[in-house]
Structure formats: structure tokens, C-alpha cells
């Protein structure tokens, strides 16, 4: 299980920072047309997103499972970035395009990071968990500058709506990464009745 979370966490940070804000913002300046403000009032609207899947995490998680939570959060959050990258037509459009994007990607890194980290806190040993946690995050995070690096070479040759689509499709494939593992099927984190170690065996059901 961890060895699939690490692979879709990894996955999904390579991606998402390879489009990145920075890119999003200059995508939305050059090929969009809109000005500052406008980009921050659909920046500030779409961070929404994130506070409504903070408050609905928990609800999901309990009516579809915590390990389908999970594979819908990796394909949710880098996919509506093909919405921004597919904007045109009149202002409004454009605006609300990539509003959209950022409030449904608000939603689900909030449904992918949440349940995440909760099935990473059941099936760690207490005694392992610093040295886990710091292996786990070196890699993770360590893809987030190499993502970045390969969007703006990626940007330089095809051009900023291009890359910004390769981002969702890439991003979207972290999914591969748990469909083979015990991951989807996990519905509870409720110990199993009779496990020597309920912290550390979460249930699938």
C-alpha cells in the first residue's frame, strides 16, 4: 500500500507542478488575455474548492470508502486542468473556466491528501513512522522542482496550453499506481475485530 501511495503521490506532484500556479497564471495572462485582478478573482474563487473538499472529505470517504476516495482525488485534482487550458470564447467564459479548474482541483487534492495521509497513519508502526515519513517526503517532494523544471522546458518548446494539457493527462495516470493494489478496496480504517495491532491493519470491506 505504501509502495502505491508514494508511486500516485509522486506521480501526481510531477505533474501538478509541472503546470504549476506560476504556469497557470502566465497561460492565463498571454493566451487567455486576463488581467491581474481578474486572475486573482478566479484564483480567489476557485480556492473555495479546497475548503469545500476539507468539509466533504469525510462524508465521501464514508459513503464510497477511503481507498476509492483516494483514486477519485488522483484523477481530480490534475484533470480540470485541461478545463483551464481549454478556455476560450468571451470573458466571462474564460474566467469561469478557470475558476472551475482551481475549485474542482481545490476539491480533490482536499479528498486525495486527507484519506491519504489517514490510511498512512493506520498501516505505519509507530516506530517507523519519522523514518517512513522522512523517506516518503524526500521522494515525494523531491519530484516537485523536477516537475516544475520539465514544465518550463516543456512550455519553451510546445507552448503553455499544450503543457498544460500534458499535466492533467500525466496527472490523471497516477491512477494506474493504485488500481493493482489493496488500495481502491479498503472502505473502512476501522480495525478488524480479532488484529493483534488495530492501529496498524485497516479493514477492507
Known sequence: MLRASL???????????????????????RELGLSAGTIGLAFGIGSTGALAGA??????????????????????????????????????SRVGALGLAEFLSGIGVMLFDINLNSLQAAVIPDGMRSRVAGAYSTVNYGTRPIGALAGGLLATLLGL???????????????LWLLPSPIPRIHSLTPTPNAPEPATHPTPQ
Do not use: D, H, K, Y
Request: glycine share 12%.
Open 161 to 175: 496550453r499544450p503543457t498544460l494539457i500534458t499535466a492533467a493527462l500525466g496527472g490523471t495516470l497516477s491512477l
Open 55 to 92: 468539509m466533504i472529505a469525510p462524508r465521501i470517504s464514508q459513503r464510497i470508502g477511503v481507498g476509492r476516495s483516494i483514486a477519485a482525488g488522483a484523477v481530480l485534482f490534475p484533470a480540470p486542468i485541461a478545463i483551464a487550458a481549454s478556455a476560450s470564447g468571451p470573458t466571462w
Open 7 to 29: 508511486g500516485c503521490a509522486t506521480t501526481v506532484n510531477f505533474f501538478t507542478f509541472m503546470a504549476g500556479s506560476g504556469l497557470t497564471v502566465l497561460f492565463a495572462e
